[in-house]
């Protein structure tokens, strides 16, 4: 089936509200967002309208029973001013992923890339041009069932809307190992990108920050011993040389696009990397060894943010100042120059948005 998607234009633009040189995480959202519902098992009514509040039903079973999922990803402009995209059906292979496990829709690779290039094309001044700085895309997908009573939704909506952002931390991150909040279990939902898994780490998370540390590095469900992921990042470690992070296997970590990335880059540089377990106790060994060199999480809104320290049952444990970790320095700057189009794209990795082929809509 071919996708036809209807254009409505803003009538004014909220550009000239923003202030680019200052740009707090998601608060500023662009002029348009696309929409697209799923009704009579078919994605229909594929459109972009202006950025607007929805009008929801009481009984909108999405918010009820949590068959809602989303994704995030960041546009940038090439050295040409064009918007450009890192990895964007890395994205749509994991929402769909997440809608398997949450039983909702898949979405065609055709609605979602379209979706975003004529997105991009009317909002491309919306994305900003400043170091540090870029559009971040919201993905979201929620049953939109009018009825009480839990059963796999028949209703669906689609919808991506952006937000012009800067930098995620402005500092290296103080992570607090957290040994009895649990955040997915084998064969639970933390491989999925579903809204549920973080509602369930709002309360441990409040708890930490109100102790003085950024996120939580979480730790298994069963064993309380194996590292699995920090709030909305996923977790390398450098130990004497090598870079280890843990596993997929277990279907409790989410498969990050920017740990998949950092994972080929550096091995492209010549590193290792071994994506195993990872147990608290070596980490705590290696610390005092001196051989834990590094220690950083890998995420689209945060990128490659250093971890200043981690704390497990009572101790902070830091880590080595950040102008010293030369592997991530290089690292994040080859993947920084990829996904702003300023490096040679060898592994394809980038998406160009095709303003020419929209330039009429
Ligand atoms: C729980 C969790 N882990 C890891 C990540 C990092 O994934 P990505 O690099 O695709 O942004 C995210 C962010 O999407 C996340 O929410």
């Known amino acids: 089936m071919a996708y036809k998607i209807s254009v409505e234009k803003a009538k004014t633009s909220k550009l000239g509200e923003v202030d680019f040189s200052n740009l707090p995480f998601g608060k500023y959202f662009a002029d348009h967002m696309f929409i697209a519902d799923y009704y009579d098992g078919e994605w229909r ?22 068959q809602s999922l989303f994704e995030g990803m960041k546009a940038e402009r090439d050295p040409d001013g064009n918007p450009i995209l890192f990895r964007p059906l890395k994205n749509l292979e994991r929402l769909n992923l997440s809608a398997d496990r949450m039983a909702m829709p898949e979405l065609p690779e055709e ?14 001044d919306w994305v900003p041009d400043t170091p540090d700085s870029s559009l971040y ?7 939109t069932e009018k009825a009480v009573g839990i059963k796999v939704a028949e209703n669906y909506r689609f919808c991506i809307f952006s937000c ?8 290296p991150v103080k992570v607090f190992v957290q040994d009895t909040y649990v955040r997915a ?5 933390g491989y999925a990108k ?14 930490v920050q109100k102790l003085g540390y950024d996120q939580i590095l979480w730790l298994d469900g069963i064993h309380h011993r194996y590292l699995q992921e920090i709030g909305t990042m996923n977790i ?27 994972i080929q880059l550096a091995r492209s540089e010549g590193y290792t990397v071994e994506e195993r377990d990872l147990p608290i106790d070596e980490l705590l060994n290696a610390h005092k060894e001196g051989k834990l060199e590094d220690m950083f999480g890998t995420g689209t809104a945060a990128t490659i943010a250093p971890i200043a320290l981690f704390h497990y049952q009572g101790t902070d444990y830091t880590l080595p100042e950040v ?20 490096a040679e794209d060898v592994f394809n990795w980038v998406h160009h948005v095709p303003v020419d082929a929209y330039a009429n809509i």
Not at 49 to 61: E, M, Q, R
Not at 242 to 249: A, D, E, I, M, Y
């Open 45 to 66: 009514d594929c459109r972009i309208v202006p950025f607007a509040d929805f009008s929801l039903h009481p009984a909108t079973s999405g918010i009820h029973y949590g």
């Open 164 to 171: 012009p952002v800067g930098a995620y931390y402005s500092k």
């Open 323 to 342: 102008e010293k970790r030369t592997v991530s320095n290089k690292l994040k700057t080859r993947y920084f120059a990829i996904r702003a189009g300023k």
């Open 185 to 189: 279990f084998p064969g639970g939902v």
């Open 137 to 143: 895309l919201r993905p979201f997908m929620f049953a």
């Open 236 to 262: 390398f470690a450098i130990i004497d040389g090598v870079l280890v992070t843990p596993s997929l296997q277990q279907g409790t970590i989410l498969d990050g696009v920017t740990r998949d990335s950092m």
């Open 111 to 124: 609605i979602f890339i379209d979706a975003i290039d004529q997105l991009l094309t009317l909002d491309k």
């Open 194 to 207: 579903a809204a549920g898994n973080y509602g369930g780490v709002m309360k441990p998370m409040r708890e």
